[in-house]
């Protein structure tokens, strides 16, 4: 077997996986910041009631809730900003090679090659085909650059392999691969 090909993952792809974390980075300081804003509400909805003289005055209890609301907003933004942001070199066109010995992949910065007896097991997504390699984590192999041939080519040696059951249901399926725009 020999498959071999040239991909560039749109930074698009990154930002779908890295999305969801961001998100849950970012909840801490968006709940701080609407605790703050209630607080700063119920404040100013009760400042007859208070006999403190600093809190009479309306603007200076929005200035004082509205100051660490809008820290809290920012630090929220910087990290799912800093989740969000993919580094360039992880964009850059891959030569991707499979063969009888090895997983290979390669950019003008880098190579790393697998031999199959680290592959532990393999799982399949729509978008790639994800090897779990011992000591090493894990190697993806993009799909949408395969044709239909290659596919079936490396899900049989695979199989033969024990490495992803022969039942895996995409035997015949249609290519239900979510291509991923240019952004």
Known sequence: ????????????????????KARHAALPGVLTAG???????????FVDDVAWSWLSDVPTVIGFFAVPTGYALWRAWRSYAALMNVPEFLSLPRQYRVDDEALHASTDLSAVTFRWPLVQTVWVTPEAYVFGVRNFGIFDLPRVPLTEQQDAELRDFLAARDLLPADTGLADSPRSRRVVSEA
């Open 1 to 20: 077997m020999h498959i071999e090909f040239t991909f560039a993952r749109p930074q698009r792809y990154f930002r779908t996986y890295a999305a969801p």
């Open 35 to 45: 605790v703050l804003v209630l607080l700063g509400y119920a404040v100013v909805g």
